[in-house]
């Protein structure tokens, strides 16, 4: 169990507890060290093994020896927990921004990217088409985000392309410059953006922000009986946790206040589609955008499939282009027949006819 004392030594314990600098000893191994820590009673028992060491008896073992001296630093268990949790903190607090950062950049392109909006002009503009012959469906001002998924599945009568290769193409031809083609920006969100999207919950993104609200409050409590029980070794410490702890508070205001503006956004998004699931309930990230995922994915497909068709195209036409360059440069110069008969004798009289001798 206490194999730890192959890989931790005494004074470097010592020195990251009493000035929490990590570099002599790392987060892992202050972590293995905090899992293992001995419970009071063990510490009790060695104190009093320790009391009754004689030099006849000889001393304590090195797993005995290493604990007794770590249970000399004033509140060892609590300062090892200050230290620990603040990696801890950073990850998990990193992570959830991630999602809602993700999220919001989604939404916003959703809401406002041109592209997009051509696209959704698009589609309504061929559905339309392609339902000219009712009133009511042919002259639609808009239409249900559900059928993206399925643009792939609707074939031309000789069953040679879809929907949605039609409207890929479409796109490029009317808003994506010649010269620009093979370089267009893509006009959807990407589809990995909108995938970790769906999988955002926010009743658990919730959940996780009040779960590290307890913990700062739970380091803030260690740190606090560290620094009223160790009133001759209460810096650097004192200070470094007081800097932590403003910081993490700052850091889960600034999250939650995304969290917000995350919850805002979406319901924006569900209002600019009138998006309202078949189920009655409210909105979610997952039943919303589960409607996109696949939509931009198919539609990135064939993007891509546009984009090396012309630039095959274009390195067809450079081909050409050499290759009549090549044979203007190879084929011989003609020469001037000279005239012969009747035409010879008009051409040579005219000749004399001009010079100053005739």
Same mark, same amino acid.
């Given at each position: 169990m206490w194999s730890m004392v192959s890989l931790l030594v005494t004074a470097p314990a010592e020195t990251a507890l009493l000035d929490v600098d990590t570099s002599v000893i790392n987060y892992d191994k202050l972590q293995k060290l905090y899992e293992n820590r001995p419970l009071q009673e063990e510490i009790q028992a060695i104190e009093k093994a320790s009391a009754k060491v004689t030099k006849d008896e000889g001393a304590l073992d090195k797993p005995e020896q290493f604990l007794f001296e770590l249970s000399k630093i004033p509140h060892f268990s609590e300062?090892?927990?200050?230290?620990?949790?603040?990696?801890?903190?950073?990850?998990?607090?990193? *992570?959830?921004?991630?999602?809602l950062n993700n999220l919001k950049l989604t939404c916003q392109t959703l809401l406002s990217e041109k592209g997009v909006q051509s696209v959704m002009s698009l589609i309504l503009a061929v559905g339309n088409h392609m339902n000219g012959g009712s009133?009511?469906?042919?002259?639609?001002?808009?239409?249900? *985000?559900? *059928?993206?998924?399925?643009?792939?599945?609707?074939?031309?009568?000789?069953?040679?392309?879809?929907?949605?290769?039609?409207?890929?193409h479409s796109y490029r031809s009317l808003y994506v410059p010649s010269g620009e083609a093979e370089n267009a920006k893509f006009p959807l969100p990407e589809p990995a953006d909108v995938g970790q999207a769906a999988l955002v919950n926010f009743d658990d993104v919730l959940s996780e922000m009040?779960?590290?609200?307890?913990?700062?409050?739970?380091?803030?409590?260690?740190? !606090?009986?560290?620094?009223?029980?160790?009133?001759?070794?209460?810096?650097?410490?004192?200070? *470094?946790?007081?800097?932590?702890?403003?910081?993490?508070?700052?850091?889960?205001?600034?999250?939650?206040?995304?969290?917000?503006?995350?919850?805002?956004?979406?319901?924006?998004?569900?209002?600019?589609?009138?998006?309202?699931?078949?189920?009655?309930?409210?909105?979610?990230?997952?039943?919303?955008?589960?409607?996109?995922? !696949?939509?931009?994915?198919?539609?990135?497909?064939?993007?891509?499939?546009?984009?090396?068709?012309?630039i095959k195209e274009k390195v067809i036409e450079a081909k050409l282009r050499i290759q009549q360059k090549r044979a203007l440069v190879q084929k011989p110069p003609t020469q001037k027949a000279k005239p012969e008969g009747l035409v010879s004798f008009a051409s040579e009289f005219e000749k004399l006819k001009n010079s100053s001798n005739f």
């Open positions: 300062r090892m927990h200050c230290i620990i949790f603040q990696p801890g903190f950073t990850e998990n607090l990193t *992570i959830i921004d991630s999602k009133r009511v469906r042919g002259q639609a001002d808009g239409f249900n *985000i559900e *059928i993206l998924p399925n643009l792939r599945d609707v074939k031309s009568q000789d069953n040679s392309t879809s929907l949605l290769y039609y409207v890929v009040k779960k590290i609200d307890r913990d700062i409050s739970d380091c803030s409590k260690q740190a !606090a009986k560290v620094i009223q029980g160790s009133e001759d070794n209460q810096q650097p410490f004192k200070d *470094i946790m007081d800097k932590f702890l403003a910081r993490a508070n700052k850091s889960l205001k600034e999250v939650r206040e995304s969290f917000a503006e995350c919850q805002t956004q979406f319901d924006q998004v569900c209002m600019y589609y009138s998006w309202k699931p078949k189920s009655g309930k409210e909105p979610t990230p997952k039943t919303f955008f589960s409607q996109w995922v !696949a939509f931009t994915s198919e539609f990135k497909d064939v993007w891509k499939k546009e984009q090396q068709r012309v």
